[in-house]
């Protein structure tokens, strides 16, 4: 089949969707298909989103050139907008949430793209039940495998920390400096280059230079090391159901990782592998302490969260799109 | 700066003008900008399909608070508004324009696809004037933008290769080279039937990816029914490390597109190998540099012509390697090089 998979960026600040194409679209031609990739701009900021999604209406991806188009795959609800026959849509973070729960009609654009869809998988259970408050019950969880599974291998544990919190989360790093301070680990907080600077100020506020530092999320190959060096990931992001390959990779490198309760990824993770963490530092301090003290749960957990991240794979994602 | 690379493509299809993309984003970056490719999906089979991506180019929006510059190439990609936008202008929808009344035309002469053609030219006239300078890839470009759109260009870019030391003189092997995206417009049909009429030895190697299956398999059919499969072959998709060795290795180069803008990628790679490229009298641009019995042959567009143009190459090897000679040097005299593109599509 000729397969194109869809999704957005916008130019010279990020993609909607980092990562997630390129090994759907590597599986999918190792399984014979040919396919295309199409980026297109959009800026999910901007006032003028309903005219960029007219836009998106209006391109033709059913044929090209002599050529039929046979499947149209688009991850997030704006390039879900594109209209094909045969299309699948995967939605997989806050933004596309969102789209689904703005109060008004302010939904519709987005809503009448994944109507038409023959396939509608989510990241989380947020997302779906947005998707079914509006009648779509075919929606099934899919949750995106590793992008780059080498980057993390089972290290023996270091004394750090690796961290993701919600972009400009004050609250949230004034707890995790909290905790840094009670339990005198090292912390590396994974940031996207523009928030760099502003944490590099917090921390050096705090005066906490010594015990914690910015890990940008572009360097995969820096943050796939320091995972899989880890003492343990702590996953503070309740804002967006996929943020990226830091849990999973959490996971496949065996270390503990612990959710604070209001992230979107404990319906997605199962329960033997994760440690869900109330929102307050003496609880993530008492928590990391006891892991300290408790080898052997160390253990239990990464094997339980390795037998999960092993079943997630790039051929399950390619065979529930196409099914 | 942070520049946009703004283009359209057909999905699955790649030609010259993602390759000129390609280059044109590595040399940018090697100054020290920033860049990204914006590739927005062009499908021109209706009218209508004409008009909803011209619609969709004009209601796209791109942020100035993070792009400094956009830099378009093709229709519809150069209707995206942009308030710095300059043009390196390699296609408008020549369809509407001179190939109206060909067997190229796309719209039919009816009163929806006459009424399509009319807004396309009336959409170019009013949309191309946005931009802050443009350039075009070839003489015949501006030429056509005057001629159509009473638009004068601010210069010719002629595009160079983004690598040409890939290229270099090999032997003078016992083929003649064609590579080129495998497309109707191309003519590679008519390569094949002028080696119906070649009675010399002599080969021809076709190369490239076909647009879609059925016409790779016309052109296979084609070579198996004249009984050619000994004397041509059709590669399909190379390497650009392949394309150079058969290059270098080539008796001489084919390039007979029907009625293109520009002299070609191909008439680039040719030069730099030092071999000499046989066109043809309505290839389009290809004249703007090779230039008859120099550098190579212009020749009548038929199969006879063709094959009696090869016939004659291929019988005088010493004047062949003379033009190969006079090929090489054309690309110095033409001041095809990355800088001059480079110091007027970026102002600096």
Sequence with gaps: MKIIIATTFMPFRHEAHPGLAEPLADVLREQGHEVDIVRLPFDADSESQLEQIFAFRCFDLTTGSGNIFDRLIAIGWAAGALRHPAKSIWLTTSSDQAAFTMSGESHRPAERGVREAKRLAAASDGIASALRTLGMDEVSLLYPPLTDAAAFVPKPAQDHLVIKLPQDSPDRTALILETLQETRMRGMFVVRPEERASLCDTIQAAGMTDLAQPLNVTDRAAVGEAVSTAFAVLHLDSSTPYSGDVPLGALRARKPLLLAEDTLLRSVFPASAILTVKLASHAFTETLKGLRDDRQRCEQLGAAGARFEKNMTWEQVAKRLLA | ?348
């Design chain 2, 1 to 348: 700066m942070n520049i946009a690379l703004v283009n359209v493509k057909a999905p699955f299809v790649r030609g010259g003008a993602e390759y000129l993309i390609d280059s044109l984003a590595a040399k940018i970056v090697e100054r020290g900008h920033r860049i990204v490719k914006i590739e927005l999906p062009f499908n021109w089979n209706t009218p209508q399909n004409v008009l909803s991506h011209m619609l969709a180019c004009r209601l796209i929006r791109l942020d100035p608070e993070t792009i400094d510059l956009v830099i378009a190439i093709k229709f519809p990609a150069y209707y995206v508004p942009f308030a710095n936008k300059k043009l390196w202008l390699v296609h408008q929808l020549r369809q509407v324009y001179e190939l109206w009344g060909t067997n190229y035309q796309i719209f039919p002469s009816t009163p929806e696809g006459e009424g399509a053609r009319a807004m396309v030219i009336a959409a170019d006239n009013l949309y191309l004037r946005e931009a802050k300078a443009i350039y075009t890839n070839s003489r015949i470009v501006a030429g056509r933008l005057k001629r159509f759109n009473d638009i004068d260009a601010d210069g010719v870019l002629y595009p160079p290769l983004l690598n040409p030391e890939l290229f270099g003189p090999g032997e003078f092997g016992d083929y003649f080279f064609y590579p080129s995206r495998m497309t109707t417009i191309k003519r590679q049909e008519l390569a094949i039937e002028a080696m119906r009429h070649v009675r010399s030895n002599f080969k021809l190697v076709l190369a490239g990816k076909a647009d879609h299956d059925a016409y790779d398999k016309h052109l296979r059919y084609k070579i198996a029914h004249y009984g050619l499969e000994d004397r041509v072959k059709l590669l399909g998709f190379i390497s650009d490390e392949e394309k150079a060795r058969l290059m270098s290795n080539a008796y001489a180069a084919l390039y007979i597109p029907f009625d293109e803008d520009s002299y070609g990628y191909v008439t680039l790679e040719a030069f730099h190998s030092h071999k000499p490229v046989i066109t043809l009298i309505d290839s389009g641009g290809t004249d703007e540099v090779i230039e008859d019995g120099l550098n190579g042959l212009i020749l009548q567009p038929s199969a006879e012509a063709l094959a009696e143009g090869m016939e004659r190459l291929w019988a005088d090897r010493a004047a062949t390697r003379a033009m190969g000679e006079a090929a090489f040097e054309t690309l110095d005299r033409h001041g095809i090089r990355w800088e001059h593109v480079l110091e007027n599509l970026l102002g600096e």
